[in-house]
């Protein structure tokens, strides 16, 4: 990329980081540094801001990056991506987000430990949010690294590297100084970012074909290379009966996956009432529906103004899919528009990536915090067990969990960020929703159920994923040059949900542990009413 395009694009940047640190700076002056300030901004959210806010949380680098991307490289089978995280939110809204706002106080762990054994529960459901946020941090990264690799014409991998490095260092300063509050801040202001770039971008597409979706969808096809066969299902999923259970699996993972991500269950707690909770997954929905399907132009105007081969020889994932395009639109390299264009492009998806990791990154210590170090701290007991606050022990988290992904980011920015957020929904799906149901609707669930749940969920979807072909045995895998895989399928969805959900009802079932009637009585009057809620 010429000069221009990293002037201008970085200095774009560095205005939104700027913005960012100014906001987070405001609000370590004026907060009263209280656990319920730092996990949950003091539940001050308007069910408009909360809503802008997880908007803001789920549409990340894999949405505006990845997404695209695939469905410029695959066609019909990309869009899976957007049908799945669209749809999943029916099963947020319609299950989860009013009686998880009821049960809970912060996390995952303190709806399940309402009505069981605290600390043991606390540490499964503790341990499996932080390895779902991890994962989900890794494509974050791995966007980072894409992005700055686009922006630098691909000659320095160590300012790829730096990059990596960089957005870590940010995020927790994000978290650290500013807690809930300020991240929800930077979420809301990201979301407007966001879907003014892509409503800008999906305009030009379609005047570029004069309004005709036909037309768009015809010049996608051929130039593709794959011709018809772009726009029906099969190009990446159809081959054998592997890629085809794939699909399969993929589709269970992203539908249900949504409901376990940790950092979308904590924005439920940001608002005052169940109500406020409620009203804040329409408003979500609403603007992440609008966005998913902006995605789905984006994607075919890429394959069609762009050019699949063009955008493989960018990125062999597809990670660059929309900064080209926003390029061509602009009127190519070396114009002004094309580099104004492409500069906001790549500094609205850079602010994605910021946001997105200080949410997931805050999540992830609080669970430490108070699920993990907590449940240690009651056991251990005594002056030494009383010496850290939860917050002070959250904000050392955010630096071990940054060290931790930009390790793991490094190590798999060459693989789709959609993809690698696909692994981190099949984790969620299978440690994080069967103990959650369970908890909410099972009268004789059982404090070994709940444990076995996660375990049992997480241990196999990790196992598998080490497994699989994703980490060995393909030119494409995080280890090219080896070859150990035996599991044949990339997702893991559809082997480790259903043993999520088995392990927890084997577990309930050899349980000596009677079920408490009346706890779970007065769980589910709380699920339902809110009475007693806080």
């Known amino acids: 990329m010429s000069g221009d395009h990293q002037a201008l694009a970085l200095l774009l940047f560095s205005a939104f980081v700027a913005v960012t640190l100014g906001i987070t700076t405001w609000v370590s002056r004026h907060r009263r540094g209280s656990a319920e300030e730092f996990y949950a901004g003091g539940r001050l959210f308007s069910p408009l801001e909360n809503g802008f806010a997880i908007a803001g949380d789920y549409m990340s680098a894999a949405s505006f990056l990845g997404i695209s991307g695939l469905i410029a490289l695959f066609g019909y089978d990309g869009m899976l991506y957007s049908v799945g995280f669209l749809v999943a939110w029916l099963v947020v809204l319609f299950l989860v987000a009013e009686l998880v706002r009821n049960c809970g106080r912060f996390t995952l762990a303190d709806v399940v430990a309402s009505r069981m054994k605290e600390r043991r529960v606390r540490i499964a459901s503790g341990t499996s949010s932080v390895t779902v946020s991890v994962l989900y941090l890794v494509a974050q990264m791995v966007g980072a690294g894409s992005l700055v690799s686009l922006l630098l014409g691909g000659t320095s991998e160590a300012a790829r590297s730096w990059t990596v490095v960089g957005v870590g260092a940010l995020m927790v300063i994000y978290v650290s100084m500013g807690g809930m509050r300020a991240t929800t801040w930077i979420q809301i202001v990201k979301a407007v970012l966001l879907m003014a770039g892509a409503i800008t971008l999906t305009v030009l597409v379609l005047m570029r074909f004069g309004g005709d979706i036909d037309q768009l969808l015809r010049s996608a096809a051929d130039r593709s290379g794959y011709g018809r066969e772009f726009l029906s299902p099969g190009l990446r999923y159809g081959g054998d009966w592997t890629a085809r259970l794939d699909f399969v699996s993929l589709g269970l993972a992203l539908v249900l996956g949504t409901a376990g991500l940790p950092h979308i269950l904590s924005r439920f707690y940001t608002v005052p009432t169940a109500r406020a909770a409620r009203r804040s997954v329409v408003w979500a929905i609403g603007l992440i529906g609008s966005f998913y399907l902006m995605t789905i132009v984006l994607g075919f105007g890429a394959a069609a103004v762009v050019g699949t081969d063009e955008v493989r020889a960018s990125s062999a994932a597809g990670n ?212 007693g809620a806080v």
């Open 320 to 531: 660059t899919a929309v900064p080209l395009l926003a390029l061509d639109l602009g009127g190519g390299a070396g114009s002004t528009g094309g580099t104004v264009l492409f500069a906001v492009v790549a500094a609205v998806a850079f602010a994605t990536i910021l946001a997105v990791v200080a949410g997931i990154t805050l999540a992830s210590s609080v669970s430490v915090a108070h699920d993990l170090y907590a449940s240690l701290k009651r056991r251990g007991g005594g002056r030494e067990g009383r010496r850290y606050s939860e917050v002070a022990v959250a904000r050392v988290a955010a630096v071990g969990i940054g060290a931790v992904a930009i390790a793991l980011g490094l190590l798999a920015r060459d693989l789709n960020v959609a993809f690698l957020v696909g692994l981190a929904f099949a984790v969620a799906a299978s440690a994080n929703l069967p103990v959650l149901l369970y908890s909410l609707f099972w009268r004789n669930f059982t404090t070994r159920g709940a444990v076995w749940s996660v375990y049992g969920g997480l241990v196999p979807s990790v196992l598998l994923v080490v497994l699989s072909p994703v980490v060995s045995g393909s030119p494409q895998a995080l280890f090219p040059g080896v070859d150990f895989h035996v599991f044949p399928l990339e997702n893991p969805g559809l082997v480790s949900i259903p043993l999520g959900f088995l392990a927890g009802w084997i577990g309930t079932v050899t349980s000596s542990e009677p079920p408490d009637a009346a706890r779970h009585a007065e769980t589910e009057v709380r699920a339902l009413t809110g009475a």
